[in-house]
């Protein structure tokens, strides 16, 4: 049976995007996600968004994503939700990605949209997501809305409205990108049935603003007591501690993007204890002496002082 949209539980708070652990020789190392996830808990995360751009899911073989899915599950022991990132260049391996995920009882999936073939139009988007979703019709999906990577630029209210009975399990979307006026016209469509999760850390503050509830990151990884001080702030009409917060945010990942982006991202949860190995290539893993620079630059800042506890 497809899922009601007015039964489903919704998704709201943090959700951490995390990055997928390797080992010297680049394999994916399991064992290290239960250490993650006890971190994410510890830290009041309310999900992880598994094998994303973030845990590198692209660069990944189909067998390392399931293996990983289930690792994920397992480790967060229904403290937290686990929505599984199913999207590849081919439909089957979509659709056994999702058909895996709801076996072994992940809370939701997101599917990207094809980045090679694109769609032509809106209607065919629609249409790409029904075919996905109706693998697992019980099974929340969320369209992974990336365009800066997938090069797929189409409004998401639009396509929401053309999903929307194509694929009654559509939940909403990972929304990772800046339009605001496009997301607040999701949040708002009708009557807020669909989950926006924002997918931009340093813009929280403004999808707050325009009634979010929920957002995936990767920076909630490591600071997430930072970003839930900011959104208590806000809940509090705390206008100007929620924008200093956010200000700190926005330098904090000013800093990662100098410093190589993802594999700074990867360095910066191994300075507060979570070593999460290399990256795959074409990314490349920050040397010794990068990393150190890395920490002088955060320093200053107080990033030891709001990041992970």
Known sequence: MPVSPNAREHLIGLIAAPFTPMDGDGDVNLPVVEKLAALFARNGVAGAFVCGTTGEGLSLTTEERMRLAERWVEAAQGEFAVIVHAGHASMRETQALVAHAAGIGATAIAVLPPIYYRPASIAELAAYLAEAASTAPSLPMYYYHIPSLSQVHVPVCDLLLAAAD?????????????????????????????????GRDEMLLGALAVGGRGAVG????????????????????????????????????????????????????????????????????????????????????????????
């Open 166 to 198: 194509r694929a009654p399990n559509l939940a909403g979307a990972k929304y990772t990108f800046e339009d605001l006026a496009d997301y607040g016209r999701c949040v708002d469509l009708l009557r807020g049935r669909f989950d926006m999760l924002f």
């Open 218 to 309: 990767t920076t909630y990884g490591f600071a997430a007591p930072l970003y839930l001080r900011l959104i208590e702030a806000f809940n509090a009409s705390d206008l100007p501690a929620a924008r200093a917060l956010q200000a700190k945010s926005r330098e904090m990942i000013a800093i990662m993007r100098r410093h190589g982006g993802l594999p700074a991202g990867k360095a910066m949860i191994r300075l507060v204890g979570m070593d999460c190995g290399p990256c795959r290539p074409p990314l490349r893993t920050l040397s010794v002496e990068q990393a150190g620079r890395l920490r002088a630059d955060l320093e200053p800042l107080g990033f030891f002082d709001f990041c992970c506890r």
